[in-house]
């Protein structure tokens, strides 16, 4: 969907703030800029917009060179969220967010809808803060709003630079909870700047890690982790989250999930999907579908560390799977158990609880 190469950035001809950077963002991606300050995100960020023009290479959205589109339907194809939120002021939220929509010239009806459908998604009840001013809301809520008026527009792509620094600590982790949530329903093509790596593990599909302006490696959060291209990697990654990762899933799973039913209490058809099913001495069966009970294959062992499961959770089609000791059903792994956990964590370190 968006592709560097080779692009750099010489400010008065003689300071390279980026260099020859190359790096690929899938379509519906969440692709992550991560590095120390001063590395290049924003600049990198801000060639992808136009507001700043790359010295050479190319950038191309969607195999076409951003040069070749207009500059102004570029932008309204771009959602842009910044550190600084930047509402008017004098604005309430619905005005602020129905900018881009009537620049596209959207029906009435249609703007209201998106902007009510959208302030639902972020936590913010439509009737409640529709009519109200940037003023009269916390900083968490203004950056929501951001993100709202960022997507008005149903942009293909949203860049976010720092969305959630400038939070207090709890307010971003609300707040990237919900972003979290927020890309599963709408797939967006996202490149988010951070320069919080545990940030960029827990929303980032995959990272570029930047260093003087230059990409040191590409991949996923947990390949940077388990094999770091260079000494520079493993000291930005830290081995704060490496231990994390180890921690066996005995001990993030659910023991008394709402996924797992003994055979013989089952009611159906309202039962949550995945339901897993166990006999005596918790003997694993399988799992309960409308037309009885199937036999079901992916499963993890509860003494595995974290980071050998992971790809087995994500691949799966279903948001839990059973973990299955010898041929007893003992548990319910879930993604969102694993982030709860790693968040927890980091958290209890950092003495923010
Ligand atoms: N408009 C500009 N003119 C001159 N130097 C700039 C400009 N914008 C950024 N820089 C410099 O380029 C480098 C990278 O900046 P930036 O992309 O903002 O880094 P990051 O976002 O990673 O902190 C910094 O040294 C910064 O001072
Ligand atoms: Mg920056």
């Known amino acids: 969907m968006i592709s560097f ?62 040069r070749d589109f207009n500059r102004q339907k570029l932008r309204w194809n771009i959602g842009y969220v910044l550190q600084q939120i930047g509402l008017f002021p004098t604005m309430t939220v619905s005005e602020n967010i129905a900018v881009v929509p009537e620049m596209k010239k959207w029906g009435k009806q249609e703007t209201k809808k998106r902007i009510d459908e959208l302030l639902e998604m972020v936590g913010l009840e439509p009737d409640t803060y529709r009519n109200r001013r940037p003023e009269e809301l916390s900083g968490g809520e203004q950056q929501r709003v951001g993100v709202v008026r960022a997507l008005a527009g149903d942009p293909d792509i949203l860049l976010m630079d720092e969305p959630f620094s400038s939070l207090d600590p709890i307010s971003r982790e609300h707040l990237q909870r919900d972003v979290a949530k ?39 959060p947990r390949e940077l982790m388990y094999s770091p291209a260079n000494t520079f990697v493993k000291r930005f990654i830290g081995d704060r989250g490496r231990d994390l990762w180890e921690t066996p899933v005995s001990e993030v799973m659910d ?13 159906a058809p309202s039962y949550p999907a995945p339901l897993y099913v166990f006999g005596d001495q918790r003997r694993f069966i399988g799992r309960l579908e409308p037309s009885g009970t199937v036999t079901h294959e ?46 927890a964590h980091r958290t209890e370190a950092e003495g923010l609880s």
């Open 182 to 220: 927020l890309q599963a329903r709408i797939k967006k093509t996202i490149v988010f700047v951070t320069h919080d790596i545990e940030e960029a593990m827990q929303l980032a599909d995959r990272v570029c890690l930047m260093r003087q302006g230059e990409g040191v490696q590409i991949g996923s």
């Open 255 to 267: 023991k008394d999930s709402k996924h797992m039913a003994k055979e013989t209490t089952l009611q």
């Open 5 to 66: 190469n080779n692009v750099s950035k010489t400010f008065f001809a003689q300071f390279e703030a980026v260099r020859k950077l190359n790096f690929h963002v899938e379509k519906g991606e969440f692709f992550a800029l991560i590095g120390p300050s001063g590395c290049g995100k924003t600049t990198s960020l801000k060639m992808i917009n136009r507001l700043v023009e790359p010295t050479e290479g190319t950038i191309s959205i969607a195999g076409k060179d951003i």
């Open 298 to 343: 992916l499963m993890v062992s509860p003494d595995r560390p974290l980071h050998e499961v992971v790809p087995t959770v994500e691949a799966s089609e279903y948001d839990a799977l059973p973990v299955v000791d010898d041929d007893k059903l003992v548990g319910v792994l879930t993604y969102r158990s694993i982030v709860a956990y790693m968040h």
